[in-house]
């Protein structure tokens, strides 16, 4: 995707199902288009959270886990997109180029990373900001923007936030690694205005 067509990815922490009005809310502003293109990536919500009491208790590998939780964020993606009907799942990064010519908001199910990545370790460590990013990357999308239940605390590392719990551990790195903005919009920051 060139930089004139890409898009902002936007990531939906699945901590916002708690908040069916604020998510409802967010993906109504999204689809209408307030922030011209973009590319959601869900959170696993409770479906990632079944997989790590799973895990807890039978003790399964973690690249087992990775996987499961990818199948968590595609459930999401067809639960945002059953909510807000002008949103459409997306697998891989044609279908997510095909949606966005069509002037459609894609929301990306990342089924197809189940094969495996050379640039994504199969641990806890990477969560769907870290993959969120690194879908940032990959659209050369010039902003990535974590919509999340908390607000960012101020002068905050992402190093300090990955040890706060705020952004996986793995998210330092990638965030090293990729050349445009990172934001994070809590309940108290204004979509647009982060964006701008």
């Avoid at 995707?1 to 922490?13: C, D, E, F, L, S």
């Avoid at 990306?108 to 199969?122: N, R, S, T, Y």
Wanted: a negative charge; aromatic letters at 4%.
């Amino acid at each position: 995707m060139g930089a004139g067509t890409a898009p902002t990815v936007v990531k939906i922490g699945g901590s916002l199902v708690a908040d069916a009005r604020r998510l409802r809310a967010q993906l109504v502003r999204l689809a209408d288009g307030e922030l011209g293109p973009c590319l959601l990536v869900p959170g696993g919500g409770p479906f990632a959270d079944a997989v790590r009491t799973t895990q807890s208790a039978l003790g399964f590998p973690d690249a087992l886990a990775h996987r499961l939780a990818l199948d968590a964020m595609g459930h999401m993606a067809e639960i945002v997109s059953e909510l807000e009907p002008r949103l459409v799942v997306a697998r891989d990064l044609a279908a997510i180029a095909d949606a966005l010519a069509a002037g459609r908001v894609p929301v990306w199910d990342p089924v197809a990373l189940k094969a495996g990545h050379p640039d994504i370790p199969e641990t806890w460590e990477v969560t769907s900001d870290s993959l969120a990013l690194w879908l940032a990357g990959a659209v050369e999308a010039p902003l990535c923007l974590l919509v999340k239940s908390v607000d960012r605390p101020l002068r905050t590392r992402w190093t300090d936030l990955a040890r706060m719990g705020l952004v996986d551990a793995a998210f330092p790195a990638f965030a090293e690694r990729y050349p445009g903005r990172i934001e994070i919009l809590g309940p108290g920051t204004d979509l647009r205005r982060a964006a701008a």
